[in-house]
């Protein structure tokens, strides 16, 4: 309608932009801009993630997360770390008076014309206040399952997953996997004006379009149980839950699950098998885990070997070892590369990620064992039935087709082996 149109339009949006802060401001803080300015312009240039502001003894620290490993970008005067914070905290609405206390915020920028979404977390430390930023580049091609780079087979079996009426599908990992990605890639092929979709989220990181995201706040009690319950009465159709934090989420989860929601979630489990039972020993009911739970899929994010510098590489012994648990005598008959470094990879070897995946897909026997009362039976029976399938297996597939290093398969198989 023309009067919402209209009404859209005063409000307009509110993306700071750094040309437009360098000529209001005076002086002195016009340094402070530019520097800003460069800093944002190179962390989206090297597609970093976070930029890390740190303060030490006799300099400031100015550092980049890039395809999950932290880089030094550049060293400042430590003299501008005061300012530099100052007008963070500024653009991001914090308590400019308070140093002593850990704060966050969010704030959007324009960097080459290019909406970014900042999250911010300002913390004092022995030389004044470190500030990291989360950067959300709000990508306007939106998130699909085909860019997941799920194996063909795997994506057709996730999708018919996400399209059933009622259950739960979890999504595991460590912090910075691609969890998110994954849920959100899921909702977007799920939103349509005849899904009611809901999603508890802390903190929302990406806003999509049509669909009703809360962000839980613990200063006011507003949890994730709590926003859950009241999500139910909301009448959803689909519901994501950012993620099963504690016994009271899970079995409310669970028992949205059973009543005909589709209930999309997280947890910190290691790999897929292990899903299933850390619910348990969660204290959520094993019926109601064996009955509610359609699938878990384990993932990690693999760096890829940068195009510009990879050359053929000898394993290390150590390597070799490693790759002969899964490849056997095949080790000697592939050749393996690794990225030398160069400019286009920052000297990393390193250019991009892509998603390896593991699925596990409840079917009538994993159900009667996960409704066992010891552990190992499901455990055995799902190993079974994982059996080539592993996070792992992908990741070694990736060594083989020279996309990737050994040392990077490792890395990634590292934070789920015991």
């Not at 470190?130 to 580049?137: C, D, E, F, T």
């Not at 699909?144 to 780079?149: A, F, I, P, V």
Request: charged share 25%.
């Amino acid at each position: 309608s023309n009067l919402a149109l209209e009404l859209g339009q005063d409000l307009g949006d509110t993306a700071i932009d750094f040309a437009a802060l360098g000529m209001g401001g005076s002086a002195e803080e016009a340094p402070v801009v530019k520097l800003l300015q460069t800093i944002f312009e190179d962390a989206v240039q090297v597609r970093a993630s976070d930029i890390h502001i740190e303060p030490q003894e006799h300099k400031l620290h100015i550092r980049f997360r890039i395809d999950g490993v932290m880089h030094l970008q550049t060293e400042a005067d430590l003299k501008i770390a005061s300012a530099l914070a100052l007008r963070l905290k500024l653009m991001s609405g914090l308590d400019i008076s308070e140093k002593r206390l850990p704060q966050d915020g969010r704030f959007a920028v324009k960097v080459k014309q290019q909406p970014v979404d900042v999250r911010i977390s300002s913390m004092p430390t022995q030389y004044g206040e470190s500030v990291v930023m989360r950067l959300l580049i709000q990508n306007s091609s939106g998130f699909s399952l085909e860019k997941l780079g799920m194996p063909p087979d795997m994506l057709e079996r996730f999708r018919k997953l996400i399209h059933r009426p009622s259950g739960m599908v979890l999504v595991t990992g460590p912090t910075g996997s691609g969890k998110t990605t994954t849920l959100y890639a899921a909702l977007s092929e799920l939103n349509s004006t005849s899904n009611k979709i809901i999603t508890v989220e802390d903190p929302v990181e990406y806003r999509l379009n049509g669909i009703n995201q809360v962000q839980v706040n613990d200063k006011i009690d507003l949890s994730f149980s709590r926003v859950l319950r009241s999500t139910l009465r909301q009448d959803p159709d689909i519901i994501l839950v950012g993620e099963m934090r504690d016994q009271e989420t899970a079995q409310i989860g669970l028992r949205a699950a059973m009543t005909g929601h589709l209930v999309l979630s997280t947890l910190h489990t290691n790999d897929a098998i292990s899903t299933p039972i850390r619910m348990i020993d969660m204290g959520a009911p094993r019926y109601m885990v064996a009955m509610s739970i359609l699938a878990v899929v384990a993932q990690r994010l693999l760096r890829l070997v940068c195009e510009g510098c990879a050359e053929t590489y000898t394993p290390e012994p150590f390597e070799r070892a490693w790759l002969q648990h899964e490849l056997g005598d095949n080790v000697d008959q592939h050749r393996y590369v690794h990225g030398k470094g160069c400019s286009i990879c920052n000297g990393t070897g390193y250019q991009g990620r892509m998603g390896v995946y593991e699925l596990l897909e409840m079917n009538n026997e994993l159900i009667d064992g996960a409704s066992h009362h010891d552990p190992n039976h499901f455990i055995k029976l799902a190993r079974q039935h994982m059996a080539g399938k592993t996070l792992r297996k992908s990741a070694v597939d990736l060594v083989i087709e020279k996309r990737t290093t050994i040392a990077e398969a490792m890395r990634i198989s590292n934070q789920f082996e015991d």
